[in-house]
């Protein structure tokens, strides 16, 4: 941040941040050191594979192991990090390292980037953020290596361990295991409990947000001094790894022997929402199955996460509005709190554009390749949602439809509402009210 920043808004410094973290990435994917073959990635598959880093989205058009050397993987794991983090939260760690002062205007850029609710104890929430950020990839490291170690040797291992904690921890789905089996993801490892549970931890701590952990931290077991945004985010998001885990349970694996299907189960119903690994072959799923996905991979994580999608918060505030309508309540409501209607307005317009994004870029692919309407819907809300899986149709994509993932991981990582803000900063809109008039929904 410079002098450039008192010219924008904080939800310009946030997208343009993420734009020029993409391009360096880009152009660091483009030397030769990055790929094995030594002569560096094209522009379309540099361009894909840094959005898809930085906005930790996990989608490829080339397989991680086999294709990019040790200079590209380390650029693709940077990528991931400062993704995940957030390009702003980044910038002032650089400043409280360099000791220099943190402006006003930054501290309110923090605020939107992680969705705090005051600018009030944002430095020492970047100074939080940074802890947690590196004692769970740590310890996530710390308990893969035994397996990766034994597995692919010392070396090889621990650099296994690191890149897969960091890529669980940023919901990235990022993996290197291309050399047992070519974008296999963790199928390889699809009974290892270590790894299954190491992956789903991360996956969940980096996606249940920052400000859940700090309330975590600061009142434990004391449920009631939550914050009504973290019990919301604990409950919607303990149910949707709950109920899905069932129906994959006893519905998709249900010819798998009852104890193999445990891990997958969970595993898969963790993982849709944001994280982008597999340990089982998705194109074994009904059209049931892969519905299923495509609603959760919208869903998403949660705010102030690693994670992308609408967020579980959007889906539990639509769920409450829908309630009040029916029992003809005048307003939403959690544990005995009352949300502003200006929060369900906001749930209201983010939902209807991730959908929007979601079907128009299905659609569009849909007619561009001449495939399956449900195969490109799948691929888009794994863009759109920062999610990664992939039924295998992304690599062989023609350049139109690659650019629209492209731009689906990009608007999906910065955030509906942060581009509507950006695109009408200055306008203070009209305050005048206008003649009411009625109109019948439903």
Sequence with gaps: MGAIEKRLSSSQIIILGFALMILLGTVLLMLPAATRDGRGAGFSDALFTATSAVCV????????????????????????????????????????????????????????????????????????????????????????????????????????SVFHSVSAFCNAGFDLMGEKTKYGSLTCFAENPVINIVIMLLIVIGGIGFLTWDDVKNNRIHLKKYRMQSKVILTTTGLLILLPALYFFFGELSGTPFGSRVFPSLFQSVTTRTAGFN???????????????????????????TA?????????????????????????????????????????????????????????????????????????????????????????????????????????????????FAALSGNRGNTSRLPLEKITVG
């Design 308 to 420: 992308g999608g609408m967020k579980t918060t959007t889906l539990a505030v639509m769920l409450s509005t829908a309630i009040s309508v029916f029992r003809r309540r005048q307003h939403t409501l959690f544990f005995g709190r009352r949300v502003d209607d200006a929060i369900v307005r906001n749930a209201a317009t983010v939902a209807t554009m991730y959908l929007v994004l979601f079907l128009s870029g299905g659609f569009l692919i849909s007619r561009i390749e001449g495939l399956p309407l449900l195969t490109c819907l799948f691929e888009t809300a794994s863009a759109v949602g920062t999610v990664g899986l992939t039924l295998g149709i992304t690599p062989g994509l023609g350049g139109a439809s690659q650019g629209i993932l492209i731009l689906l991981m990009y608007l999906g990582r910065v955030g509906g509402l942060t581009l509507i």
């Design 279 to 305: 340990t089982v072959d998705l194109t074994r799923f009904s059209e049931t199955g892969l519905a299923m996905m495509i609603l959760l991979m919208l869903i998403g994580g949660s705010p102030g996460s």
């Design 57 to 160: 989205t996990g989608l490829i058009v080339q397989d991680t192991a086999t294709y990019w050397a040790a200079f590209g993987q380390a650029v693709i794991l940077s990528l991931i990090q400062i993704g995940g983090m957030g390009i702003v939260t980044v910038m002032l760690a650089m400043y409280l390292v360099s000791g220099r002062k943190i402006s006003l205007k930054q501290r309110s850029t923090m605020q939107e980037s992680v969705s705090a609710p005051k600018v009030g104890g944002i430095v020492r929430l970047t100074g939080f953020i940074l802890k947690m950020t590196l004692l769970f990839e740590g310890l996530g490291a710390a308990a893969m290596a035994p397996v990766f170690c034994k597995e692919f040797g010392l070396a090889r291992g621990i650099w296994y």
